[in-house]
């Protein structure tokens, strides 16, 4: 007979959990006959005591099957999914989506929104005007089947044992813990349907996590699930040290995002390599091909301008305003903005992420709560990356914002977020490795 103390106490103990116990605890959680603290308990069990493989699996397998799955077989294996842990300045999607789609595979993709430092997809898509987050499964499947791309909200039905565990870690100091996390990203990707999943571990400041053995130890726990579940997936480790390109916030990104997709990668090359380097990774699993081969395709699509006709093509199908992106006199500007000056000369060694996520929230960004407005209008625009020369009374970024009140907090945020030499600081590597499989590079 299960007992919930009981198994609170075999996980306490440092003792395997049986398959059927997980499941008892999700399933019972689920239908709200086990309360709250118990669950605490447990969830605090699991971070000090961890989870093996299978445990891992298990409680993947469970949250999974908590809800509903996306059927996405009519498209076979070229269906295929990214996923970002997430960052400042991640605007990946946008161009990895379309590019994929240009190569053939089937993008099907649910996303999420942002909360705290981090941005969120479907916040950042809600900035075109008319752009439709919400559809229903035949619009979505018929859409990704005509184009070969969709991006919508997730819905409410997607493993729902995941957002009630997950209310709970974020209140009980058990969001961190590589089991935790491995099994919460990987029920919704797992349940979003697609045969191929590519995975954008970020490591750095910006990141959840910091360094790359941790970001490597959490790409390899995904991946194994994944492969247990029998997808063809790959993690790719990308450097979330600095925000990703020049932009942070909804509409910046998008901005910067049409004006890469058409053609303008001027400064940058983080978000060039990191973009092509996931596209190519998608049409390498679903095509059979290798990533290098895929990465020419990849960067043809992209100077050819196929993948920016892709973007049009998938933005208008739902709904969004084709002139919010065609011209930018159509685009609403922030009423306020600052420039933020440097006071010495020499080179931009060190961007803290997170602490320019968080201006970038204090601006009106992001969401402190899930209940807060965003301004869709409000980010920074950084003109200096580390690396690059700065010289006194030369701008290093402009906020924006539809608050004065704000900018003075976050002006200082800015700031301390960086860091001047008086050297030129060694290159970072935007790609920190790749991990498929039982195979790890890098």
């Given amino acids: 007979m299960f007992s919930m103390y009981d198994v609170i106490a075999k996980k306490r103990d440092g003792r395997v959990l049986s398959d059927a116990e997980i499941r008892a605890v999700i399933d019972g959680y689920t239908a709200g ?67 994929a789609a240009v190569l053939g595979c089937k993008t099907a993709k649910m ?36 184009i070969g791309v969709s991006v919508i909200g997730a819905t409410g039905d997607i493993a729902p044992a995941d957002k009630l565990l997950y209310a709970l870690r974020d209140v009980t100091a058990t969001v961190d813990s590589l089991p935790l996390i491995a099994s919460s990203i990987m029920s919704k990707k797992l349940a979003a349907g697609t045969s191929s999943i590519v995975l954008d571990v970020t490591v750095g400041s910006g990141a959840f996590m910091k360094t790359t053995s941790d970001a490597r130890a959490l790409a390899q726990a995904m991946v194994d699930i994944g492969v247990r579940a029998g997808k063809n997936i790959t ?21 910067e995002v049409i004006s890469f997709l058409q053609g303008d990668d001027n400064g940058l090359d983080d978000l060039r390599e990191v973009s092509l380097t996931l596209a190519a990774h998608m049409a390498a699993n ?66 803290d992420a997170e602490m320019i996520g968080l201006a970038a929230m204090q601006l009106g960004a992001g969401r402190q ?42 002006g200082e945020r800015f700031l301390s977020a960086l860091r001047i030499s008086q050297e030129k600081p060694d290159a970072h590597p935007h790609i920190l490795g790749v991990v498929c499989g039982s195979e790890t590079a890098g």
């Fill in 33 to 99: 006959r086990i309360p709250d603290y118990q669950v605490s308990a447990w969830l605090m069990a699991i971070y000090l005591r961890g989870m093996n493989e299978a445990e891992t699996a298990s409680l993947t397998d469970a949250m999974l099957h908590s809800g509903d799955i996306v059927d996405l077989s009519a498209f076979g294996h070229l269906s295929a999914d990214k996923h970002s842990t997430g960052g400042v300045g991640d605007k990946t999607t946008f161009i990895v989506a379309p590019l």
């Fill in 111 to 146: 996303s999420g929104r942002g909360l705290g430092h981090t941005g969120g997809t479907i916040d950042k898509l809600e900035a075109i005007p008319g752009y439709r987050v919400s559809l229903s499964e035949e619009e979505f499947r018929t859409q990704v089947r005509r």
């Fill in 235 to 255: 993690a790719v480790l990308t450097d979330m040290d600095q925000p990703l390109g020049r932009t942070i916030g909804n509409a910046l990104e998008l901005e």
């Fill in 286 to 351: 679903v095509h059979g091909i290798t990533p290098d081969e895929a990465y020419r395709q990849a960067y043809d699509a992209w100077k050819s301008g196929a993948a920016y006709e892709k973007f049009m093509e998938w933005i208008t199908a739902q709904g969004g305003d084709p002139a919010w992106i065609t011209d930018a006199a159509a685009r609403q500007t922030a009423p306020v903005s600052e420039t933020v000056c440097c006071a010495v000369d020499g080179y931009l060694a060190y961007a």
């Fill in 369 to 410: 709560t899930k209940d807060d407005r965003i301004d869709m209008l409000a980010g920074i625009r950084m003109c200096r990356k580390v690396g690059e020369p700065v010289r006194r009374g030369e701008p290093l970024a402009v906020l924006y914002t539809s608050d004065p009140t704000r900018l003075s907090a976050a």
